[in-house]
């Protein structure tokens, strides 16, 4: 009996002490914990943010809305919704802005995004991503970039923040006539893998169709219905660590802009320099988005928050295929910053390449004031969010559980009669 009572207390020590969001316990008001705070609006309970085991439960943090067939286009009511307004039903808004303020918002029928220049001569951007996650299948936009000055950033991303995972189309002010591509896998930048389209009319000035079609054996990237790059699984396998370094897993697909110019050396360069901003307004467009998925049926029953209803009979299928079909190694969940480590990881000469990484990299420095990441640690800049604190928190908590449960279940086991 005395053993029974002993192992009990270990486990609800543990649970109690790995549960910390930060130097703080999530209450039931405000469930849902991102890099130690806690709230319950979209900002922190969107599954892309929300940190189930460090939340007042682990079924805190909103369902995952997996992939429907969608063809958005922003002239609609349901195509956007600012963070604020978004309650959890993807019925309701195919895309949020993922920050506040938000500079983001829909108008003659396009999806707008501005980079704003901020007081200490920074840009503030935007980013704006789908309510439903994909896993291999079509993602076709119509869009334009905003970047008129060297510096500004616009991007088309499909990334996985938690595992490093991300496939994307990049633009820069320096070059108005091309789009850069790229894939990373569980956050291995490798920018020397980034190659340019062939030239197109100034992508700032008109409207081209970008897209990008994901399977489980290769990528193909194309602008205008023209595929200029395909990168199949099999040439990723890496003998070393005897797995292939692929994209697989579950991701959104974002559009965003953000100040490039402001960044480290390595990002500045690449960006195209400075911002002049006498040559703005900044402002990328995207007119529709098409999505079809790879995995047909595979939705989730939509759950209001708060009420103890779990995904729909398609659980089953989405969990079969929620690690990849061809999965070979366990997700890191690593989220380090690709523009610093880019100056770190390559010479002068591949600055331009080294640089090449998604939105929320540098973008993360001078967004998201209200405290959830869109996928970098950068993003504390401006939310105020301490992440290594609150990892280092978490991480202290969880080991000081687990001795403390070893501790108790040795003990207990010594009573066993």
């Not at 990049?170 to 490798?190: A, I, M, R």
Request: glycine share 10%.
């Amino acid at each position: 009996m005395k053993s029974i009572t002993l192992i009990a207390l270990a486990a609800v020590l543990q649970t109690a002490l790995a549960a910390k969001c930060g130097n703080q316990d999530c209450g039931k008001d405000t469930p849902c914990c991102v890099k130690g705070y806690c709230n319950s609006n979209a900002m922190y309970c969107m599954p892309i943010n929300c940190e189930a085991q460090n939340s007042y439960s682990p079924d805190s943090c909103w369902d995952t809305a997996h992939c429907v067939k969608q063809s958005v286009s922003f002239g609609s009511g349901n195509a956007f919704a600012q963070i604020a307004d978004y309650k959890g039903d993807p019925s309701k808004a195919a895309f949020v802005s993922q920050f506040e303020p938000s500079n983001a918002k829909t108008a003659g029928g396009e999806l707008q995004m501005e980079l704003v220049k901020q007081p200490d001569g920074k840009g503030f951007g935007a980013t704006v991503i789908n309510t439903r996650a994909i896993q291999y299948g079509t993602v076709t936009a119509v869009m334009r970039s905003g970047c008129t000055s060297g510096g500004v950033v616009s991007s088309f991303i499909i990334r996985n923040d938690r595992v490093g995972d991300e496939i994307d189309f990049e633009f820069v002010g320096g070059d108005k006539s091309t789009v850069q591509s790229n894939y990373y896998w569980h956050d291995n930048l490798d920018y020397t893998k980034m190659v340019k389209s062939p030239a197109v009319s100034d992508t700032t000035q008109n409207f081209h169709t970008y897209q990008i079609q994901w399977t489980p054996d290769q990528i193909v990237w194309a602008v205008n219905g023209n595929a200029f790059r395909t990168v199949k699984r099999s040439e990723t396998w890496d003998s070393a660590s005897n797995t292939f370094k692929y994209p697989d897993a579950e991701a959104y697909v974002s559009f965003s802009i953000w100040d490039g110019g402001s960044g480290a050396q390595g990002t500045s360069e690449w960006a195209g320099g400075a911002i002049q901003w006498g040559q703005g307004p900044f402002v990328a467009s995207v007119k529709s988005v098409d999505i079809d998925c790879f995995y047909k049926g595979n939705d989730t029953t939509y759950v209001p928050p708060g009420s103890s209803g779990s995904d729909g009979d398609s659980s089953s299928k989405d969990d079969e295929h929620s690690d990849g079909a061809h999965s070979d190694d366990e997700h890191s969940g690593s989220e380090d910053d690709e523009h610093s480590q880019s100056e770190d990881e390559s010479s002068a000469s591949e600055d331009e390449e080294s640089s090449s990484s998604e939105a929320s990299g540098s973008e993360s420095e001078s967004e998201s004031p209200s405290g959830a990441e869109e996928s970098d640690s950068s993003v504390d800049e401006q939310s105020g969010l301490d992440e290594e604190t609150s990892e280092d928190t978490t991480s202290g908590s969880a080991s000081l559980a687990a001795s403390i449960g070893a501790a108790v279940a040795m003990l207990a086991a010594s009573y066993v009669f």
